[in-house]
């Protein structure tokens, strides 16, 4: 009696720990395969950037992984020694998240999406006692060159002041 139990469990163990595999191994060969997780794809490669009409610095954007996170490695040399990087991925929300951290000690996180031929990802910060809006906005995205804005609003969103303008240009 107890060998034929066994003979049971055995088979039924190896279906109970193969199937959750089996979807497992499904699920990683298909990482982030959808259209919308491939929207900021504009972004990757390495760029050089000018901002300030001839300040310059340089940006290099990867996928790792498995495709599922890019990776930002932000460098502000020679104008200034200002680096930074940043992970983003597009979350089962169905929105892009961002989370940015630099040499200055600085921390931030954003959510958004890609609209209108434009990459806006936005937060809420609090300086002191006041609520205000800041954003990214990436547009004129063509394969070789794109421009990117850091913008913050004191009114909600209903108006909004560009702080920080860069012009990205492909290496070659």
Known sequence: MRFSRKIYVIPALIV?????????QEAAQMPCSSPPAAQFDFWLGE?????????????????IMNGCVILEQFDGHPAMEFRGMSVS?????????????????????????FSDGKMILSRQATRGSE??????????????????DWQRSDD???????LWKIHYDRKK
Request: a negative charge; glycine letters at 14%.
């Open 16 to 24: 109970g720990f193969c199937f959750p595999l089996g979807i497992a």
């Open 156 to 162: 909600d969103g209903r108006t909004w002041k560009s």
């Open 47 to 63: 760029w050089d950037l000018t901002w300030s009409d001839s300040l310059k610095g340089s940006n290099t954007i990867n996928k």
């Open 131 to 148: 609520t205000i809006l800041q954003r990214m906005v990436f547009f004129n995205i063509s394969e070789n060159e794109l421009d990117w």
């Open 89 to 113: 991925v597009f979350g089962n929300d169905g929105k892009w998240h961002q989370t940015w951290v630099d040499n200055q000690g600085g921390y931030l996180d954003f959510d958004g999406g």
